[in-house]
């Protein structure tokens, strides 16, 4: 097995090993490996995972990359316990400058020479996104380790072996960049002049400020929200669905040897940022408006600062990017920037060329009309010549910035191109300096990912790595990292019974080598496997689903089946995600180690009608399995989160079938939805009900009918079905009185239902309080165990 240190005891480095007594390690290692494996194949446990168990769960941090050292012995890491996670909302976000999914989260650096594995951050604090300086002794990180937990910068001397911060300014930051000679550092801070306090109630003006005096008497508590009326040709009302603010903040560089940190870029919506190759400017994507109402699609602008002078210019104005507004990057000369536009309303995703000294942006691919993959859209990469490659429709296309179009140059037979690699954020890798690459690919048949060598020359493909593993499925952002010029790669696996874990393969994919044993505690139970399923809607729609079976399956035994559910999706992508959910309590081999089956079905709906389509697609997929022998019909449960919470009761008010149901933080009601508002006067609901999963397509002025034919609530007189309500109390996406109105209707009509409320908890269950977790855990499980009464038989 990989040696690794404990997640939050710091471990000495080990000192370079001759290639002689490196050769033994290595070959002990493998020994060790092979034995360990076999044994822990032979001891596997029939007992069921316990809720403790699957909350134990260490993972790959949310938001950050595996990071490569330049002179590739080692790679860096952020890791999450789930055991520290705490509920942080967008509020404290903007108080503290830690991300929601950052609590919990230590810093690891593992050597790839020996696999020594050592913790460089105890969980004290949180510490994430860690990236190498150019020089590559240096680590730079995030952590909120100082008294008054701001995050801030941090540095790990590697030849010193020393952390310290770097910078007094507290940073609002998803991303750290170095400057080419290891002297500086860029990301984004606080706005110069505002206190965090200052901050938040500049966000959030409708936000609990804490602890104050109380008002006088006399004094007016109000809080005043305007809806301007919209003037003028082509004007449209205000209604965002998020707060563009957010990201509100400055660019600063921070001198490491003195800690002076200089705004360059004060006050201003930084959505991501690219500094040049050579260091001496900084392009950023400001977040400016959304197009209009009812649409999450963001128009950004593409902007230029000079860092010695401070000479700022808008390059591109109001692209259509996708949310992160991170699809650009520099040319290898830096004299100029490529980008591909995106967003949910771009139907076209063309990519374009700004020149730096010429004129506005140039369209240099005008790729030909095709249905587009649904993907989000990559920032284009960039080879050594000044030629760009993009992703569209599954191949790899590449263009030239004085020809103006795009040629399919690879196309995978039966895959999709799905994830290029960058050797530096802006240029392609290309393995040993050859014309050749490796790419991600998808197989929509056995929803697998693979590792495919690609000829940049004649477009010939070879298959390099694809055994039912997702490589894509991690929390971390880059989970797949080329390694100095050795030609090495490391990457993220996982499948349905296997949790993430990092190895490090040569760059042909011939000895992979596991570098990283994150959760052993699954390896002793024996757990379910996966396989897919095909049925026919109602429509006569060709489906699939991913079928999880008990672990310990017998053929010709019945057993009770679980359904989870998320309207509008395509579940069955998840065969090869482990637990095939998600983790926590929504790992779903949680459920397969009592002997239950759990089915998660693609649900493909239509505008105005997801509640109908929710049953002519998930019933006949309950069937198939029941044919198949593997369902007891008299024993079904389903169960969904956030929309697939809306989608369990859209199911229950249709049919009579399952036996047991469980809705968390969802909606029965359209209407009373669409009209919720945050504290800061988003609505995020609104352009989810006209233009995304709730798929409705107007507003209730102007389809009136259609809220309430896809709103449970008009129909729960005729639930049957014993119902498990769960709501996190601070739920800010689903806000809690939803979850308050479903049981008190139920409750008035005498229908068998509980009703779990956590009080000062949000969303997503996956990110509450420790005890909440476990207490959710046990209460689901309780809830079927009551209901279904395993009865198996042939």
Sequence with gaps: MPRTASPCTPKQLVKSQTPRKRFWLLLVAALLWITGAYTAA??????????????????????????????????????????????????????????????????????????????LTDRRADSWLPVWSPRGHDLAFLSSRGRDGQARLWVWDGQKDELRSVSDVPARAIQIEWTPDSQKILLTTLPQGFSPEEYVKKLFPGADQGAHPEPRPDASTVILYRGDHAQGEGA?????????????????????STGNTTAIVSGQRIETFRLSPDGSRVAYALSRRFEKPGSQQVLFDLALTTIATSEQAILASEIRFGQ?????????????????????????????????????????????????????????????KGQLYFLRD???????????????????????????????????????????????????????????????????????????????????????VPIGDEGKIAFVAEDAQHDEDLWLTDGRFRISRRLTQLNPQFDRHRLGDARLVNWLSDDGEPLEGALLLPAGYQPGVRYPLIVWVYGGSWLSKNL??????????FNMQLFATRGYAVLLPDTPQHVGTPMLDLAKTVLPGV????????????QLGVMGHSNGGYSVLSLIVQTHRFQAAVSLDGTGDKIAGYGQMGTDGSAFATSLVEQGHGALGDTPWRVRDRYVEN????????????????????????????????????????????????????????????????????????????????????
């Design 623 to 634: 069937n198939k399995v029941i044919e198949m022998g593997i369902a007891d019909p008299r």
């Design 576 to 585: 090869n995600h482990f637990g095939l959910a998600s983790w926590g309590v």
């Design 236 to 256: 449209h009302p205000a209604s965002d669905p998020w707060n563009l603010d957010m990201v509100f903040r400055d660019l600063s560089l921070v001198e490491l």
């Design 394 to 480: 599954g191949a790899l296309w590449q263009a030239r910035r004085a020809e103006g179009r795009a040629v399919e140059i690879a196309r995978v037979p039966d895959r999709e191109i799905t994830h290029l690699f960058s050797s530096s954020g802006n240029l392609l890798w290309e393995e040993n300096g050859r014309a050749s690459t490796v790419v991600v690919t998808y197989d929509r048949q056995g929803k697998q990912d693979g590792f495919y060598g690609v000829n940049l020359a004649n477009g010939k493909s070879t298959p390099l790595l694809e055994k039912g593993q997702c490589y894509t499925c991690s929390s971390a952002d880059r989970t797949v």
């Design 324 to 384: 992160d507004g991170a699809s650009y990057s520099w040319s290898p000369e830096g004299a100029a920037i490529g980008y591909q536009s995106g967003g949910p309303a771009e139907t076209v995703r063309e990519g374009y060329v700004v020149d730096l000294h010429g004129s506005g942006p140039r369209n240099v691919t005008h790729f030909p009309a095709s249905a587009l993959d649904g993907r989000m859209s990559p920032a284009p990469l960039w080879d050594s």
């Design 42 to 119: 032979i001891a596997q446990s029939s007992d069921p995972l316990s809720v403790e168990e699957v909350l134990r769960l260490r993972r790959f941090g949310l938001g950050t990359s595996i990071a490569a050292s330049a002179d590739g012995h080692w790679l860096a890491y952020a890791t999450q316990a789930n055991q520290e996670i705490r509920s942080i909302d967008r509020e404290s976000y903007a108080r503290t400058g830690i991300p929601p999914w950052a609590p919990g989260t230590a810093i690891s650096i593992v050597n790839l020479e020996t696999g020594e594995t050592r913790c």
């Design 711 to 794: 709103s449970p609530v008009f129909y729960l007189d005729r639930v049957e079905t014993p119902l498990l309500l769960v709501h996190g109390a601070n739920d800010s996406t689903v806000a809690s009185f939803l979850g308050d109105e479903v049981f008190v209707d139920l409750r008035r009509l005498g229908k068998k239902v509980e009703y779990a409320k956590y009080k000062d908890e949000g969303h997503t269950p996956l990110y509450w309080r420790y005890a909440n977790q476990v207490d959710l855990g046990n209460r689901i499980l309780a809830w079927f165990e009551k209901h279904l009464q395993k009865r198996m038989g042939p």
